[in-house]
């Protein structure tokens, strides 16, 4: 009777034991299936509704933003708002890369993508009559300007990593990583190269990147498979003669007529020499030589620029230019010499989009905006130092259209007089979160990897050359933005 009991007494602890692994298993399921619930609430509907709700603290950071424009890799009031603004929000980054760029991590793991803004200024000289002066947040940094839309691009990278945060600690963000890259340095600089070089994206898979432009009409975001903005070179080019009265001109060599004559020829590099099917640009956009009306100089200064949708072709037009300068010169008795001002202004590639990444971009731009809103756009030829990431990791550039005549946002970039339609801000922090997320969905990895600064102290200065006493002392009190 005992064993009886003993039999039935396992047999009945062996039945509960089994319910109770079924019931642990239904309960590992349907947390599983709540999880991945959770991630699929972050729909582009709800994310362009969470970055419309910020839209005022959008316009009031962007404003902030707009009073600090700075050189090229002397960004340092702005790199410590941002810091300051990471930190608050419990976000970690690593500095410096390029001595003022920052690249901030949300989530962990693989895969791992990237959002990029630049953060420098122009040197131009905002006007009182401007939108900023109007407004009450015109630059304080005289002879300074925000004239290419930074401040803007830098403003909804932050709402980016202030809603992906939010999702992350929410338990809503995919697995996965989101680098946002902060770039000093594009208006010249080749800040994006050095930022490569000293290994800001080593881990990234793909990089986006959001251009403001004012040609294209507000609402609506573009983009390309293939070259999206061309590659430049600037050049120096001193013809030299020998300077004497100007009423004696046979006891001299101009160097103004050999000048004349060398800026002539030179246009027949494209209208001659490349096909016109194809996409090239010389411009000479200065000229310097004497100061007297009467007096031949010893020698005349000219500049400018030279564009390419391809690398090749740009190549094509600096190897003319380098063979008729001094063979045009020499013609009318002068000397002339080519000066490329790489240490200056270092050479930008073309902008060559990724075919997925491109077309995983417009899908986005289709699903948070309607399928008109999502347009192909036509190349340009400005460049963009955008180009440097596009040359080592998949990449994607969009131009998101600002033009509102309404908003009085029909200004060229780089004109003093160029206005933001901020009301298009909400809409590109859109794009940047919904991009992220998407492609966190679309990439996922089984992988147990932890990204670069997860976990470590916000203030780790790690990666570049690190940050030197003098450096730090640039670093002024944050704006709160």
């Not at 300074?144 to 338990?171: N, P, R, S």
């Not at 010249?188 to 793909?206: C, F, N, R």
């Not at 200056?344 to 986005?364: I, R």
């Not at 160029?418 to 492609?439: C, I, N, P, Q, R």
Request: charged share 20%.
């Amino acid at each position: 009777m005992v064993a009886k009991t003993t039999v039935a007494a396992l047999a009945l602890v062996a039945a509960l034991a089994a319910v109770t692994a079924v019931q642990a298993k239904e309960k590992a399921v349907q947390a599983t299936e709540t999880s991945v619930q959770a991630k699929e609430t972050l729909t582009p509907s709800l994310l362009l509704a969470r970055a419309q709700a910020i839209q005022n603290w959008l316009v009031e950071t962007r404003r902030t933003l707009h009073k600090l424009p700075e050189p090229g890799f002397q960004e340092f009031k702005t790199h410590s708002a941002i810091r300051h603004f990471l930190e608050s929000h419990n976000i970690p980054y690593k500095f410096p890369y390029g001595k003022t760029g920052i690249v901030a991590f949300i989530g962990e793991g693989k895969p791992v993508v990237g959002l990029r803004t630049d953060m420098d200024g122009l040197p131009i000289h905002e006007p009182e009559g401007g939108p900023g002066g109007a407004g009450g947040f015109k630059s304080e940094n005289e002879g300074w300007m925000h004239a290419c839309g930074h401040d803007a691009h830098m403003t909804m990278a932050l709402g980016a990593a202030k809603l992906l945060k939010a999702a992350k600690d929410a338990g809503e963000l995919p697995p996965g990583t989101v680098n946002i890259v902060f770039q000093p340095a594009e208006e010249g600089g080749a800040g994006g190269d050095v930022m490569i070089q000293e290994g800001a994206v080593d881990d990234t898979d793909a990089i986006f990147g959001m251009h403001v432009m004012p040609h294209l009409p507000s609402d609506t975001v573009h983009s390309r498979a293939g070259t999206i903005m061309a590659g430049a070179l600037s050049f120096r080019v001193v013809v030299q003669g020998r300077g004497g009265h100007a009423a004696m001109p046979h006891l001299n060599v101009d160097p103004v007529v050999a000048a004349a004559g060398l800026m002539s020829a030179l246009q027949t590099v494209v209208s001659r020499e490349t096909s016109p099917l194809g996409s090239g640009v010389l411009s000479i956009t200065m000229l310097r030589a004497g100061d007297a009306y009467n007096v031949i100089p010893d020698e005349v200064m000219f500049g400018g620029t030279i564009r390419g949708l391809t690398h090749d072709h740009l190549m094509f037009m600096k190897r003319r230019i380098e063979e008729m300068a001094p063979a045009v010169a020499a013609g009318y008795g002068c000397n002339a010499t080519v000066d490329w001002r790489l240490d200056e202004q270092p050479y930008y590639p073309p902008t060559v989009n990724d075919e997925s990444m491109a077309a995983f971009a417009l899908k986005t731009a289709a699903k948070l905006f309607g399928p008109e809103a999502s347009q192909i756009a036509e190349p340009l030829m400005t460049g963009e130092d955008f180009a440097f990431f596009c040359r080592k990791i998949p990449c994607a550039l969009s131009f998101l259209g600002i033009r509102n005549e309404t908003a009085g946002a029909v200004h060229a970039l780089h004109s003093p007089k160029f206005t933001l339609d901020e009301s298009v801000l909400y809409k590109g922090v859109a794009m940047h979160v919904t991009t992220a997320v998407d492609f966190l969905r679309a990439f996922a990895v089984e992988e147990g990897q932890k990204a670069l600064g997860e976990g470590k102290p916000a203030a780790l200065a790690a990666g570049g050359e690190g940050v030197t006493a003098a450096d730090e002392e640039e670093y002024e009190e944050p704006r709160d933005l």
